[in-house]
């Protein structure tokens, strides 16, 4: 089994800056693509954020110029620099890998989320 464990969510004011890690474990041959994904109240949960393995980045035009995305692959972990915060940047975020588990067993994995208010 694999586990995505997600932190450095919180309170922050307009402007503000935060920087969220979700940390990998378990029985991992490798990692694909390590992405961060948001949910806010109401709303479809929507991608903010992906890197691949090569470490290829993609972001929502969203966050472009204010969130940076980056991976230890030695850590198996992913983390998100968040600047320049927005009310609307609130949500619950989550991060999903894509995992090899062997050389032939792939699957997709989600952590528990973590809370991001941006306040006004």
């Known amino acids: 089994q694999v586990q995505l464990v997600e932190s450095g969510g919180g309170l922050v004011q307009a402007g503000g800056s935060l920087r969220l890690s979700c940390a990998a474990s378990g029985s991992i041959f490798s990692i694909n693509a390590m992405t961060w994904y948001r949910q806010a109240p109401g709303k479809q949960r929507e991608l903010v954020a992906s890197i691949t393995s090569g470490g290829n980045t993609d972001y929502a035009d969203s966050v472009k110029g204010r969130f940076t995305i980056s991976r230890d692959s030695a850590k198996n972990t992913v983390y998100l620099q968040m600047a320049s915060l927005k009310p609307e940047d609130t949500a619950v975020y989550y991060c999903?890998?894509?995992?090899?588990?062997?050389?032939?067993?792939?699957?997709?994995?989600w952590g528990q989320g973590t809370q991001v208010t941006v306040s006004s």
């Open positions: 999903n890998a894509d995992v090899q588990l062997s050389l032939i067993r792939r699957l997709n994995y």
